[in-house]
C-alpha cells in the first residue's frame, strides 16, 4: 500500500509500451505472492499435520510463509524490473518483517501481563497495603506511591544534571574536561543497576548508620542509572540540530545562552522528551538496586527520608519469589502490580509527548 | 573627535556566564558521583582480588579463575542478543520512519516505546513462563538438522532456559531504547538530501543507504552502546530465565549455560557473607571495566565520523 | 480531541491526587482492637532468609493486628545477607537457614549486642523440602536415598531406569530423560538437601554440603519459584523444594528404615525431635544437628530448619521487650499454627517449645 506512493499505478489497458510504467509489477503483485507463499506453506504443514497426526500449527505457517515471500518478491521483481527494485522490494520486505518480528513479543507479553494482570485489577488493589495481610487480599498502595516518590525523585536529581551535562558537552565542552566527561559517561552506562544499589546503600549507611533503608537512598541509586542515559540521548538529540540555526541566531545578536534555551533546546525537545522518558521507563522497572537501598516493607510510607519504601517492581518480585498459602493469590498481585507498573509509564509517555508537542517549533515535517 | 571606533567586543552577559558555569558544573558532578562509586568499587576490591578458597568459600581456586567465565559469559550473551537486536532495530526505526504512513508511524513509535517500560522483572516472569516453552520445539529442530553445527550441538534442554533464550529476552529489552535512538536520528535527516536523492531516480532503499544510513550511523552506533550497556548489566531477567553454571561453552541450545556477572551477583548476593561479599563486589568492577571497553572502542568508532554530527 | 487531548492527563492528575491523599484503607490508624491491652510500641526491624518469608509475613500480619502500635518489617534479603546485617547491628533480629558456625561465634563483633554477649538461636521455622517431579500420568513415587543422589548426580538418566522401577513396581514408567532441575542460587534449601544426599547416599553422592550446587550438570533455576517453574514447565523434570510449594506436581516419598515416607509437617517436626543439639553452645543457643540417616519410624529427613537470631543480651534496652514478646508469640502454639496455615511449615513440638521459651525468658 505504502509503494503507491513511490511508483505510479501502471496504466491498464495502454496499447503502447509506456516507458514510464514497462517492467513494472502490478501494485497488488506483492499480495499476491504474500498469499501464494502463505498458502504454499500452510498446505505444506497441512500435509506434515495429518501425516504425523498431530495439530495444524498456525503460527508456524504464517512464519514460514512469511519468510517464503521474501525471496519470491525478489525474484518476480529481479525478472520482472531489474535489479535495482529487485533490492528496493526485498529491503521493504525485510524492514516491515523486522516490525513485525518485534511485534510478536511486544503482543505476547502484552497479552500474558493483561491476562494474568486483570485478576486482582481491581479497586482494593488501589486502596490497600500489604500491611497485616496475609494470604488473599491486600493491595499495593504502598508500592505505587513508593514508586512515584522515588522515581521522581530520581528525576528530580537526575534530569538537571543529565540534560545540562549533554548541553555542557555539545555546547561549550572543549579540551580535556569534556573528554574526560564523555568518557565517564560512557562508564557510567556501564554501572550494574545491583552496583548502584550497593554503592547508594554504602554511602547512605556512612552517614545514617547502617542499615538505613530509605526512598532517598533508592532514588540517588536511581539516578546513577538514569542520569548516563539522559547524557546520552539529549547529547545525540542536541548534536543534530543543524548549525545554521545556531549561527542565524549569533548572527542576529543573541546571546548564547537564549540560543541554547530559545532555539536549540526546542528544536530538539522530542528527541529529548523520548530520551526522558526511556531513562525514567529503564529505571522505574528497576529491582535489584531497591531491594538493598529503600528496602522492603508492607506498609504505607510517604517519606523519602525515612524508613523503608517498598516500590512496584520490588513487590512484583517479592511476591514472585516468596510465594505463601495460596500461591495464586501472590502470583496475581504479582502480575496486577506489573500491569500497573506498565500503565503508570504508558500515562508518564503520554503526558510528556502532549510537553514535547506545546513545546517544539512548528516545522515543516 | 579623532579617536577610531574601539574595536567590538563580546560583551560578558551574566546569563551566559551562569549558564555555562551550571553547564561545567553539572558535567563535573558526574566526576564527583563516579569517583565516588570508582572509589566504593574498588575498596570493596581490593581484599578479594588476591583472595582464595580459605579466604572466600565460593572460590574454586583464585579470583581471576572464579572470573573468567562470568566475562565470558556476559559478553556472550551480550553480544548474541545485540547481533540479534541491532538488525532488527534499525528495521523498525526505519519502518516507522521511512515506511510506515505518518499518521501510523507516531502510534507504532509509541507502541514500540512501551516495551521499554516492562519492567525486568516481569521480562523474566515471561521468559520463563512464555517464551522459553515456545522455543523447545524450534530448538530441538535447530539439534536435530544443524546439530553438525558446533553452536547447535549437545542435549536440547528440556525447559528451552539457554542462552540463546535469554540472550532473546535480552534483545527484546534493549529493543525499544535502540529503536527509539535510531529513530529519532532517522527521521533527523535533512529532507534536502532524501529528496536530492529521490529526484536523481534513486529507489526508496538506494535513498536511505545514500542519504539516511550515513547520517544516521552516529546514532546507531550510540544506539548499539546504549543497548549493549544495559544488555550488559541486566540482572534479574537472566538470573529468572537462565539455566547457568559456571562453565565456558558454545553451545546454544543445552541446560548448561555460562552465566553473566549481574545475574551472577543477584544469585549469589543473598547468602554472600565475609568475603564473598568482596568478591561479588569486585566481579561488579569487572563488569565495569568490560562495558568500559566497549564503550571505548565505540566512542573510538564514532570519532572516525565526526563529520555526519550537526553540532560539528 | 480537546476532551481526548486533556483528558488522560486530568484523569491521572485527580487518581495521583485521591492516591496521594488518601491513607491505605487497611491502616486504621488508631483505630485499634476494642481489648487492645497492649502497650507495646515501636519498630522492630528483621532481615534474613528468604525461606521464612511467608511465615514472617503471616507473624507480623497477627502480632501488628493484636499491637497495633508495633511495626515489624523483615527483608527476606537471604540468610548470608541477613546474618551480615544482624553482625553490623542493623537488624534487630535475624532469620537464617542456617545457624552461625563456631568460628564465627569465636569472632564475635555482634554490634547490637552487649559485649561478651552470647546470641539466642532459635529453631522456629521446620519446613519440609519435597522432591517434586513432573510425569505424566505419575503422582508420586518411592525411592531411597541413594536413587535420588543418583538422579540428581546424572547417573541415571531414564525414568524407565531399573532402579526407579525396582521400587515402584505399580508405576508406568516412560522411556524419557530424567531433567534434574537445581537451584542456581546460593540457598539454604540447596545445603539441607545436599546434606542429606551426601549423610544418607555417601557412595553415590561424593560432594560436601554446600549452598551452591556442587557441580556443573542439569538445569538451574532462579530460587524456589523459579525451580517449581522449571520443573512445572518441563516434560520428565524433577527438583527439590520448600513442600508448600509442591502443589499439583509429583512427589517422592522417601525410603527411611524399612518404609517409604512422604514428605509431611509432622514428619519434619518428628526428625527434629529425633535430632541432637550441637554441642558446646551457649545456653539459648538452639544450634540443631539434624541427623539425616536416622531410622526412627516416621520421620522425614529432608527437612529444612530456619533460626531466628537475637542477641542474649541487647547493648540497648529499648527493644528488648518487644524482641521477646515477639519471639515468644512465634514460639507460641498459635503462631506456630498460623505459619503452618499460611506458609505450610511444620509446627514444633511440645519438647522442643520448652526449650525455646526458657531460651527466649534469658534474652536481656
Known amino acids: 500500500m505504502t509503494l503507491q506512493t513511490m511508483n505510479p499505478a501502471p496504466e491498464t489497458g495502454t496499447p503502447i509500451a509506456n516507458s514510464l510504467t514497462a517492467g513494472r509489477l502490478p501494485t497488488s503483485a506483492p499480495w499476491v505472492i504474500l498469499g501464494t507463499a502463505i498458502a504454499v506453506s500452510a498446505s505444506v504443514f497441512g500435509v506434515v499435520a495429518v501425516g504425523a497426526g498431530s495439530g495444524f500449527d498456525w503460527g508456524g505457517a504464517l512464519v514460514v510463509g512469511a519468510i517464503l515471500y521474501i525471496p519470491a518478491i525478489w525474484l518476480f521483481s529481479r525478472l520482472v524490473e531489474g535489479a535495482r527494485r529487485a533490492t528496493d522490494r526485498l529491503v521493504t520486505a525485510l524492514v516491515t518483517g523486522a516490525f513485525l518480528l518485534a511485534m510478536i513479543p511486544l503482543v505476547s507479553l502484552s497479552i500474558t501481563v493483561v491476562t494474568f494482570g486483570l485478576a486482582r485489577f481491581d479497586a482494593d488493589f488501589f486502596s490497600m497495603s500489604m500491611r497485616n495481610v496475609t494470604g488473599e487480599g491486600g493491595g499495593a498502595l504502598h508500592a505505587i506511591i513508593g514508586t512515584l516518590l522515588m522515581t521522581g525523585a530520581a528525576a528530580i536529581i537526575s534530569i538537571p544534571i543529565g540534560l545540562m551535562t549533554s548541553i555542557y558537552l555539545v555546547e561549550y565542552g572543549r579540551g580535556k574536561l569534556a573528554r574526560g566527561v564523555t568518557f565517564l559517561v560512557d562508564v557510567m552506562t556501564g554501572i550494574p543497576s545491583i552496583v548502584a544499589g550497593l554503592f547508594a546503600y554504602s554511602l547512605f549507611a556512612i552517614f545514617w548508620g547502617p542499615g538505613t533503608r530509605t526512598g532517598i537512598a533508592g532514588a540517588v541509586a536511581l539516578a546513577l542509572l538514569m542520569i548516563p542515559v539522559v547524557v546520552r540521548s539529549s547529547e545525540e538529540m542536541l548534536r543534530l540540530v543543524p548549525n545554521e540555526l545556531r549561527e542565524a541566531a549569533y548572527a542576529l545578536g543573541v546571546p548564547k545562552w537564549l540560543t541554547i534555551v530559545k532555539v536549540v533546546l526546542p528544536t530538539s525537545i522530542a528527541g529529548i522528551t523520548t530520551g526522558i522518558m526511556l531513562s525514567i521507563a529503564r529505571v522505574i522497572g528497576e529491582t535489584a538496586p531497591l531491594l538493598i537501598a529503600a528496602g522492603f516493607t508492607a506498609s504505607m510510607n510517604y517519606n523519602l527520608f525515612d524508613g523503608r519504601m517498598q516500590s512496584l517492581p520490588v513487590f512484583v518480585y517479592t511476591q514472585y519469589a516468596n510465594q505463601g498459602n495460596p500461591a495464586e493469590a501472590f502470583l496475581d498481585r504479582a502480575w496486577a502490580a506489573a500491569l500497573t507498573l506498565i500503565l503508570i509509564v504508558m500515562a508518564l509517555n503520554l503526558i510528556a509527548r502532549l510537553v514535547a508537542r506545546l513545546f517544539a517549533p512548528k516545522l515543516g515535517r | 573627535m579623532t579617536s577610531a571606533p574601539a574595536p567590538i567586543k563580546a560583551k560578558l552577559r551574566v546569563g551566559d556566564l551562569v549558564f555555562s558555569r551550571s553547564a561545567v558544573f553539572a558535567g563535573s558532578m558526574i566526576l564527583v558521583t563516579l569517583a565516588a562509586v570508582a572509589l566504593f568499587l574498588i575498596v570493596q576490591s581490593i581484599p578479594a582480588l588476591s583472595a582464595t578458597k580459605e579466604d572466600a568459600s565460593i572460590l574454586e581456586t583464585n579470583f581471576w579463575e572464579y572470573v573468567g567465565p562470568l566475562v565470558f559469559g556476559t559478553v556472550w550473551a551480550a553480544a548474541l542478543a545485540l547481533l540479534i537486536a541491532l538488525p532488527i532495530s534499525i528495521g523498525i526505526a526505519l519502518f516507522i520512519s521511512h515506511y510506515a504512513p505518518r499518521r501510523l508511524a507516531s502510534v507504532l513509535g509509541y507502541v514500540v516505546d512501551l516495551l521499554a517500560a516492562v519492567p525486568s522483572v516481569v521480562f523474566g516472569l515471561w521468559g520463563i513462563g512464555v517464551l522459553a516453552p515456545a522455543v523447545v520445539p524450534v530448538y530441538t529442530w535447530l539439534n536435530e538438522n544443524l546439530g553438525w553445527i558446533p553452536l547447535f550441538s549437545g542435549t536440547v534442554s528440556a525447559t528451552g532456559r539457554t542462552i540463546l533464550t535469554a540472550a532473546l529476552v535480552l534483545a527484546v529489552m534493549v529493543l525499544p531504547i535502540m529503536t527509539a535512538i535510531c529513530r529519532e536520528v532517522f527521521l533527523q535527516t535533512p529532507v534536502l538530501h532524501e529528496e536530492a536523492a529521490l529526484a536523481l531516480g534513486a529507489t526508496r532503499w538506494e535513498m536511505i543507504r545514500v542519504a539516511v544510513l550515513p547520517f544516521g550511523r552516529s546514532g546507531i552506533i550510540s544506539a548499539s552502546v546504549l543497548g549493549l550497556g544495559r544488555a550488559l548489566g541486566e540482572t534479574m531477567a537472566v538470573a529468572m530465565v537462565l539455566s547457568a553454571a559456571h562453565v565456558v561453552t558454545f553451545d546454544l541450545l543445552t541446560s548448561v549455560n555460562p552465566t553473566t556477572i549481574a545475574a551472577n551477583i543477584a544469585l549469589s548476593f543473598p547468602e554472600a557473607y565475609a568475603l564473598n561479599v568482596n568478591v561479588l563486589i569486585a566481579t561488579g568492577l569487572i563488569l565495569f571495566v568490560v562495558t568500559f571497553a566497549v564503550n571505548a572502542f565505540a566512542r573510538w568508532i564514532i570519532s572516525r565520523r565526526k563529520e555526519f554530527s550537526g553540532a560539528n | ?364
Open chain 3, 1 to 364: 480531541m480537546n476532551l481526548k487531548r486533556f483528558g488522560v492527563p486530568a484523569a491521572i492528575a485527580v487518581t495521583a491526587a485521591l492516591a496521594l491523599s488518601s491513607c491505605a484503607s487497611n491502616e486504621g490508624g488508631a483505630a485499634a482492637p476494642e481489648e487492645s491491652a497492649s502497650t507495646l510500641a515501636g519498630n522492630l526491624v528483621g532481615a534474613g532468609a528468604s525461606s521464612q518469608d511467608a511465615a514472617q509475613q503471616s507473624w507480623i500480619a497477627g502480632f501488628q493486628t493484636a499491637n497495633p502500635d508495633v511495626t515489624i518489617d523483615y527483608d527476606p534479603s537471604g540468610s548470608g545477607a541477613g546474618r551480615e546485617t544482624f553482625l553490623s547491628g542493623a537488624s534487630d533480629f535475624a532469620g537464617s537457614d542456617r545457624a552461625f558456625k563456631d568460628e564465627e561465634l569465636a569472632a564475635g563483633g555482634f554490634q547490637k549486642c552487649a559485649p561478651d554477649s552470647t546470641i539466642v538461636e532459635l529453631p522456629l521455622y521446620i519446613s519440609p523440602i519435597a522432591v517434586i517431579f513432573n510425569l505424566e500420568g505419575v503422582d508420586s513415587l518411592d525411592l531411597d536415598a541413594a536413587t535420588v543422589a543418583g538422579i540428581f548426580a546424572g547417573k541415571i538418566t531414564k525414568w524407565n531406569d531399573p532402579a526407579i522401577a525396582a521400587t515402584n513396581p505399580d508405576a508406568t514408567l516412560p522411556d524419557l530423560a530424567i531433567t534434574p532441575v537445581h537451584r542456581s542460587d546460593d540457598s539454604g534449601t540447596t545445603e539441607n538437601f545436599t546434606e542429606y544426599l551426601g549423610a544418607a547416599a555417601a557412595d553415590v553422592w561424593t560432594w560436601e554440603a554446600d549452598g551452591v550446587w556442587p557441580f556443573e550438570g542439569g538445569e538451574a533455576a532462579q530460587g524456589t519459584s523459579g525451580l517449581v517453574d522449571a520443573v512445572t514447565n518441563g516434560n520428565g523434570t524433577i527438583g527439590y523444594a520448600d513442600a508448600s510449594r509442591a502443589g499439583d506436581l509429583g512427589t517422592v516419598a522417601i525410603k527411611v528404615g524399612d518404609e517409604f515416607v512422604p514428605y509431611s509437617p509432622e514428619a519434619a517436626a518428628a526428625i527434629v525431635d529425633a535430632s541432637p543439639f550441637a554441642e558446646g553452645r551457649a545456653e539459648g543457643d538452639l544450634a540443631i544437628e539434624i541427623d539425616r540417616t536416622s531410622e526412627e519410624a516416621g520421620v522425614y529427613p529432608i527437612v529444612l530448619v530456619s533460626y531466628l537470631i537475637a542477641c542474649g543480651e541487647y547493648a540497648e534496652s529499648d527493644n528488648v521487650e518487644l524482641v521477646k514478646s515477639y519471639l515468644s508469640y512465634l514460639a507460641s502454639p498459635e503462631g506456630q499454627e498460623t505459619a503452618a496455615t499460611d506458609a505450610g511449615s511444620a509446627p514444633i513440638s511440645d519438647t522442643l517449645r520448652e526449650k525455646v521459651t526458657a531460651a527466649i525468658d534469658s534474652i536481656k
